[in-house]
């Protein structure tokens, strides 16, 4: 069930009342945020409550790179992928962070806390490379300071 | 970030510190005075001709003139309404990092960008579709529209006038095509974000099939200042023709990588000192000029002014205006590579040679990079090159795609020929 925060959260992003399925990429923002990923049960919640079949929404939530269908750790961290990342060293940052992590690309660790996955550019090209974990940004990331990085995301 | 020397009407105001300026500072330093005189003594139609008189032309990457594209949304009492002003602040073309900083450092400049923008076209409700990623601009803006809101800029009958307009803040949910206008307008109708048919252009039959104009952050910040101080001004900015200042970048190994405003006909060199120059001990072996979509340049290039006419003259563009470079201890096949996986992953899927092409392309590329490269193999991607291009996809993401990839097959021949014979990479 979605809760009535939750629900009234979702009503203040309807900004025009005769469409109010557009509202529903902020509601599953919302839902994840609060839950983590979007499982089968949300999906129908959230395309209830906005007036939209379940497989339409299927089809927006699967079509965008920051919606999770599946679980996620705790915190997910997003490394930075792109050109200019990779010019400045993403694949020695990315190899270092799994080996620490003891995971493979898309994985969550065992505990539950991290899952990492690759991001398109994050837009902080002059300060590669760059990292996510959770809404925080992390630039000129030194692989060797990784532990440091992840220390307080608990 | 500013320089007395220069006179930078989008970061001159942008304080070092980090923090934006809040509604009170910027209005200290002249901010919505603009908004102030168009909406007491312009009528909407001088605050196109002023846009288009100063010459300002979009700076999302395509460079169309912004007034011109006003000018073509229906007006007068039979309008359709309601009417949408959409900012673009999706910045996601890999080695673009310019709309970040006006978006921080300095949001209240982009709001009365929109202000006038939506005036003009006499909006009703304008968005700005903000990328997933960007917490802190998230954050910033919610805080400055609150303000705008309180102080009377946004909202029913804007500074006691008969005019209203709502402005909302839309977060993505990420994914590259967004960017693309049409895409982004699925996007924020809640569909599956793959672009539209042109025509009908979004002027006329955009959101929900009402008018709509799309303009990219950087555009909208030159608005108020445009508007403030006149065409002639704007224009007495640049170096060349084209209207005004242009955030450039430089990312990759430069001594000091970084962002700055300067006016538009500043040389690749002079954006390149900026930086410092190569780090000791690099020779520089390519440039991609504005972000991932445009070609290859070289060394040869460095006196080559950046702005939208001149760039095409030596078979580029400029973009975005954020150069990458490629110096001589990175594998430009490598780079070709990473590329190509990025531009594959984000194909929306809706046309074939897009969604199978760049697959294609991009295990060919991987083969070659991972010493598994064939004969043939340069042959089908040249073909792709071709392809893919421009006038043969659905959108310009896969033109895009082989702006890289075609440039690169012409310069770094060499280098990929090489990966072929030798069977590996000689860079791992
Ligand atoms: C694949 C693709 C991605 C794009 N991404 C962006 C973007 O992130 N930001 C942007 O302003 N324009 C982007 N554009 C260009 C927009 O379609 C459009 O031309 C622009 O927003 C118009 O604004 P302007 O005239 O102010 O430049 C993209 C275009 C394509 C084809
Ligand atoms: S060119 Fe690619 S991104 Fe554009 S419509 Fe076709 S499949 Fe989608």
Redesign the interface.
């Known amino acids: 069930m979605l809760s009535d925060a939750i629900k009234q959260e979702i009503e203040s992003?309807i900004?025009?009342p005769e469409?109010r399925?557009?509202?529903?990429?902020?509601a599953?923002?919302i839902v994840q945020r609060e839950r983590g990923w979007i499982d089968d049960e949300s999906l129908a919640e959230v395309a209830e409550f906005?007036g939209?079949s379940p497989h339409e929404l299927d089809?927006?939530a699967t079509?965008?790179?920051?919606?999770h269908r599946r679980p996620v750790g705790r915190h997910v961290i997003?490394v930075c992928?792109?050109?200019?990342c990779?010019?400045?060293g993403y694949e020695g940052l990315r190899e270092k962070l799994l080996a620490h992590l003891g995971v493979e690309m898309g994985e969550t660790t065992a505990d539950g806390r991290f899952t990492v996955v690759p991001?398109?550019?994050?837009?902080?090209?002059?300060?590669?490379p760059a990292l996510?974990i959770g809404?925080?940004?992390y630039r000129d990331v030194n692989p060797d300071a990784l532990e440091a990085i992840l220390e307080p995301y608990r | 970030m500013s320089d007395p020397t220069h006179d930078l009407p989008l970061t001159g105001a942008i304080k070092t510190d980090g923090t934006p300026l809040s509604l009170r500072e910027y209005e200290a330093i002249g901010g919505y005075a603009a908004v102030r005189a168009a909406l007491s003594g312009l009528a909407p139609a001088d605050v196109t001709a002023r846009v288009k008189d100063a010459g300002l032309r979009g700076r999302g990457g395509a460079g169309f003139p912004t007034g011109i594209k006003w000018a073509l949304v229906p007006m007068g009492d039979d309008a359709p309404h309601p009417k949408y002003l959409v900012v673009n602040a999706d910045e996601m073309e890999p080695g673009t990092f310019k709309d970040r900083l006006l978006l921080e450092g300095n949001p209240h400049q982009l709001i009365e960008g929109v202000i006038l923008a939506a005036y003009a076209i006499q909006a009703d409700i304008a968005y700005i579709f903000l990328r997933g990623e960007y917490t802190v601009a998230e954050d910033r803006l919610h805080h400055a529209l609150h303000e705008a809101y309180e102080a009377g800029y946004l909202g029913r009958h804007i500074l006691g006038g008969p005019w209203s307009l709502g402005l909302h803040l839309h977060m993505s949910i990420g994914r590259y095509i967004c960017g693309e206008e049409t895409a982004l307008l699925n996007a924020l109708e809640g569909k599956r974000a793959t672009p539209r048919t042109k025509p009908p252009f979004p002027q006329i039959s955009g959101l929900w099939g009402k008018p709509t104009i799309v303009n990219n952050v950087e555009t909208l910040c030159n608005v108020p200042p445009i508007v403030a101080r006149g065409a002639e001004w704007f224009k007495g900015l640049s170096r060349t023709p084209n209207g005004g200042t242009k955030m450039f970048g430089v990312s990759g190994k430069a001594k000091r990588p970084g962002l700055w405003e300067r006016p538009l006909g500043t040389t690749i060199g002079e954006i390149l000192d900026l930086a410092g120059g190569m780090r000791d001990g690099l020779t520089l072996r390519g440039i991609i000029p504005g972000g991932a979509s445009t070609d290859f340049l070289g060394p040869e290039h460095l006196d080559v002014q950046m702005d939208f006419d001149t760039v095409p003259k030596v078979g580029s563009r400029m973009g975005t205006g954020t150069m990458i470079l490629l110096d001589d201890r990175t594998c430009p096949v490598g780079m070709v590579h990473n590329l190509m996986q990025f531009f594959a992953q984000e194909s929306c899927g809706w046309c074939t040679p897009c969604r199978d092409g760049l697959p294609w392309v991009q295990k060919v590329v991987g083969a070659i990079e991972a010493g598994q490269g064939r004969e043939d193999d340069l042959d089908v991607l040249r073909r792709h090159a071709r392809l893919l291009g421009p006038g043969l996809t659905f959108c310009a993401l896969a033109p895009g795609a082989t702006a890289p990839l075609g440039s690169a097959l012409v310069r770094f021949k060499d280098d990929f020929e090489r990966h072929i014979r030798d069977q590996r990479c000689a860079w791992n």
């Open positions: 992003h900004h025009e469409h399925a557009a509202a529903c990429t902020e599953l923002r906005l939209m089809g927006v079509f965008f790179n920051l919606i997003r992928a792109s050109v200019s990779w010019v400045m991001n398109q550019c994050l837009g902080c090209c002059d300060r590669a996510m809404r925080d940004l």
